[in-house]
């Protein structure tokens, strides 16, 4: 289904995470392969396939010491290193500011906790940001929580997750909504 439909892919070991979203573009040919392999490969810090045979794609990898973002859209992939700080993507660029949904909550989760010191998890306030989020309708290009089928894409948001990395591993945290593309609240 990647092939058609896109999404997003999570991988993990006890030191490395990376994720997966969609982007326009990418490989034309008649064959296309998963990107889902692309998370796996790097997880276990192997090199981007050459040729790239997937669908477009953000791939964010982040380890204790830092964190970067490879983006392919066909070409040549291009790698951001992150800076410190609280950083937004979705399927254009980092940050980018003419991305809806980066545009309306950006500062929201900037300005939100990390203290474990609200509610004994450092995520209570960036989920309070997206039950605020989630009055918006989910096909509205602002919203997180996403039905994009108007959109003609069939995805719709199936679950919220949180992770945490420290030198000594790394631990994520996911809950499934109740109702694929509506937001209920959730214990992670």
């Known amino acids: 289904m990647d092939e058609l439909a896109g999404g997003a892919w999570l991988a993990t070991d006890h030191s490395t995470l990376a994720v997966l979203l969609n982007r326009a573009g990418g490989a034309d040919g008649p064959v296309l392969t998963s990107r889902g392999a692309l998370v796996l490969d790097a997880v276990d810090r192997r090199p981007l396939p050459d040729p790239l ?8 990898q982040v380890t204790a010491t830092g964190a970067r973002v490879v983006s392919w859209e066909g070409g040549a992939p291009s790698v951001v290193e992150l800076p410190p700080g609280t950083h937004i993507i979705a399927h254009d660029d980092l940050d980018d500011p003419r991305t809806a949904r980066i ?11 990390t203290s474990a010191e609200t509610d004994g998890h450092w995520w209570g306030e ?4 997206l039950a605020r989020s989630s009055q918006l309708d989910p096909t509205d290009d602002r919203a997180i929580i996403r039905d994009n089928r108007p959109h ?3 995805t ?6 949180v992770a945490s990395l420290t030198s000594e591993g790394v631990e994520v945290r996911m809950a499934a909504l109740d109702e694929p593309g509506r937001w209920n609240d959730l214990t992670l």
């Not at 045979?53 to 964010?60: A, K, P, Q, R, Y």
């Not at 545009?103 to 906790?113: K, Q, V």
């Not at 719709?156 to 997750?161: A, D, Q």
Request: aromatic residues 16%.
């Open 53 to 60: 045979t997937t669908l477009g794609f953000n791939l964010v």
């Open 103 to 113: 545009a309306a909550w950006r500062d929201a989760f900037t300005a939100a906790s």
């Open 156 to 161: 719709l948001s199936l679950l919220v997750s």
């Open 152 to 154: 003609g894409y069939p």
């Open 126 to 129: 960036w989920l309070a940001v």
